[in-house]
């Protein structure tokens, strides 16, 4: 199968997404402008593809979880 006729990929979509903003985004900012733009990304593929860019150092990532609460 040629890479030319696949569609983008769901990971391809999310890092598109998050290079246009400059501005912290939280995954549901950026999963709700994929949906706006008839993008089918889910959710988990959009917190695992900013996970896998937080690891390698991609991107910059802030915990909302609150610990021992």
């Known amino acids: 199968m040629s890479g030319r006729s696949r569609r983008t990929s769901p990971r391809s979509l999310v890092q598109r997404e998050l290079a246009t903003s400059e501005?912290?985004?939280?995954?549901?900012?950026?999963h709700l402008a994929l949906a706006d733009r008839k993008h089918?990304?889910?959710l988990s593929t959009t917190y695992?593809?900013?996970a896998r860019l937080a690891e390698g150092?991609?991107?910059a990532?802030?915990?909302?979880?609150?610990?021992?609460?």
């Open 40 to 42: 089918r990304v889910s």
């Open 57 to 59: 150092g991609g991107t």
């Open 23 to 30: 501005r912290f985004r939280t995954v549901n900012e950026i």
């Open 48 to 50: 695992r593809t900013l």
């Open 61 to 69: 990532v802030r915990s909302t979880h609150t610990h021992g609460s």
